[in-house]
């Protein structure tokens, strides 16, 4: 496996600076973020490493020549908006990003574009899944066709009070990916697999690993821990956010040594990027660039050399 991390952690360093901070600290990868500059909607988004409105071929020959340098990959350029708003404008706009984000990644040498389902939060996952063809099969046409994979993350979006009741995001659990292949059945559209989204739902998150393995085109790795006397005061249909926190690997909940046994049990040899969303790192940068370098020296130490030459 490829060990990277995703930008957005990073958000006050710019492309050269993250490129060389991974370079400097054994990372073979980065995930991209590559938001629209303006109005930050929540935590974590809205972070822009590459600006697509900017991105003349000079400035892909710099992106380039930078990561060559410092023998890093790009692993992904990464947005993740609610494709399904059920506000056409809102829609129109999130859609035509993602299709600049695949022609970017074709011209850049890139393979793979991370994002979400979307969902509307005010419908069921069935009247979701039949909006769902008519909005995605034109993307993943217009992917294949540039031969670039899109990796739908697993997360639910449903962490605050104006993202309930349904959550903004429909790939959460393997009976709706089951279902979302089966309307899709392209070889470029797959899963960016997040175990930490399982443990709050309280799902089993290796079984999957081996069911969707010839889907699975980028790892997460970010964990959570359940607070149980929080949840045994709030329950679970209280706003995740009250019971449970994310964490950087090993501060949480998910057993890491046979998460990656498994992907080591299928084969699995591409991207795996440290996602940091862990509050108590979040006071300066140095302290966010030591999320990632903790995060890194656990995942090593339980690898059983899974990880790749950087490392």
């Not at 809205?46 to 071929?57: Q, R």
């Not at 992904?76 to 506000?87: I, Q, R, V």
């Not at 997040?194 to 089993?204: A, L, N, R, T, V």
Request: glycine content about 6%.
């Amino acid at each position: 496996m490829k060990l990277g991390f995703v930008s957005a952690i990073l958000s006050d360093m710019d492309f050269k600076g993250i490129v060389e901070f991974a370079s400097r600290n054994g990372f073979s990868s980065i995930e991209v973020m590559c938001w629209p500059k303006g109005k930050i909607e929540r935590k974590y988004a809205g972070v822009t490493h590459i600006d697509m409105e900017t991105l003349t071929p000079e400035a892909m020959d710099d992106i380039k020549m930078t990561l060559k340098e410092n023998s890093v990959e790009i692993a992904s350029l990464g947005y993740y908006p609610n494709p399904m708003d059920p506000e056409k404008e809102r829609q129109s706009v999130f859609l035509s990003h993602i299709h600049k984000l695949i022609d970017s990644a074709k011209l850049m040498g890139i393979d793979t574009v991370g994002t979400f389902i979307g969902r509307d939060k005010s419908k069921t996952i069935e009247e979701n899944l039949k909006v769902f063809p008519a909005v995605w099969t034109p993307i993943i046409q217009y992917a294949e066709e540039r031969e670039i994979r899109i990796a739908i993350e697993n997360c639910p979006m449903l962490f605050t009070n104006d993202e309930w009741p349904g959550g903004l995001n429909l790939a959460t659990t393997p009976e709706i990916w089951e279902e979302m292949f089966s309307l899709i059945p392209s070889p470029y559209f797959g899963l960016n697999y997040d175990p930490s989204h399982f443990i709050w739902q309280k799902m089993e998150y290796i079984a999957p690993i081996r069911e969707f393995a010839d889907r699975i085109f980028q790892i997460h790795f970010k964990d959570i821990k359940v607070w149980r006397e929080k949840l045994d005061r709030v329950g679970i249909m209280a706003t995740p956010l009250k019971y449970m926190s994310p964490v950087i690997p090993g501060r949480g909940d998910v057993d890491w040594k046979a998460f990656i046994n498994a992907l080591q049990d299928i084969g699995y040899n591409g991207h795996a990027c440290i996602e940091v969303e862990d509050a108590d790192f979040e006071g300066s940068l140095s302290s966010r660039q030591e999320s990632l370098i903790r995060s890194r020296d656990y995942l090593k130490q339980l690898g059983n050399n899974a990880f790749g030459p950087n490392l």
